[in-house]
């Protein structure tokens, strides 16, 4: 079964680095999206992508965070300078087009900021 | 603001028995429904969906319902599995909320053997 697939599984960061969270979507997908959760809390939406642009944002995205679909096969999401409070699960998912909105999810990377 | 399941409760239900599993949201507008399992150290796994037009749709093993006049979901497993404990999202939708999901606080699942 195909799999959305996340890189690297945990990330230890000091306060200020820039991070950088990779993420290879099912090889058909269209839609692209990052979704976050802080440990013990609900799942957030973060960004959705597609056509090679942000085609929604919420505001924990605020101007730290940005995505890039460098080649045919990567997603990333970066975090220009990390904050304590950026330590959570995040989560890369992806869709086809017309498949409604179950999406399939990676993983995950656990981004720990110390 | 509108919100979804803010609640992680958690059921422990015995092997073969089956589960009933709540959520409770709030946007009147919510259009679409999905029912997640998250294993320890994996992503969300899609289990079923529900659209608003039905009140009921069976999967293997699995039915969820939908109750739109008191903004209630649930998911009920059949003959519940070991494999089945797991932490599990509900999710929604609406069509003014574009393509992101809303998610529920998640309810823990433990199956005793």
């Known amino acids: 079964e195909p799999e959305v697939t996340q890189t690297p599984s945990h990330q230890v960061t000091q306060m200020g680095q820039e991070v950088i969270l990779r993420c290879v979507p099912i090889s058909n997908h269209l839609y692209f999206y990052w979704y976050r959760q802080i440990l013990g809390q609900k799942v957030e939406f973060l960004v959705s992508f597609y056509n090679n642009e942000i085609s929604e944002k919420s505001e924990i995205f605020d101007d730290q965070f940005s995505v890039e679909r460098p080649d045919g096969s990567n997603f990333t999401l970066k975090i220009r300078s990390t904050k304590l409070e950026d330590s959570a699960m995040y989560f890369c998912?992806?869709?086809?087009?017309?498949?409604?909105?179950?999406?399939?999810f990676g993983s995950g990377t656990r981004l720990t900021v110390v | 603001g509108e919100s979804v399941g803010l609640h992680l409760p958690t059921l422990s239900v015995q092997e073969g028995d089956n589960s009933i599993i709540n959520c409770a949201y709030s946007n009147s507008a919510s259009d679409y429904f999905i029912w997640y399992k998250q294993e320890s150290g994996k992503g969300p796994q899609f289990i079923i969906d529900i659209r608003s037009n039905m009140d009921k749709r069976q999967g293997q093993r699995v039915t969820v319902l939908l109750n739109k006049t008191v903004k209630h979901l649930s998911l009920q497993i059949a003959a519940t599995q070991p494999g089945d404990s797991a932490v599990y999202f509900c999710a929604e939708n609406s069509n003014n909320a574009g393509n992101m999901l809303t998610f529920g606080g998640g309810t823990r699942l433990m199956v005793k053997p």
């Open positions: 998912a992806s869709r086809r087009q017309n498949s409604g909105y179950g999406y399939t």
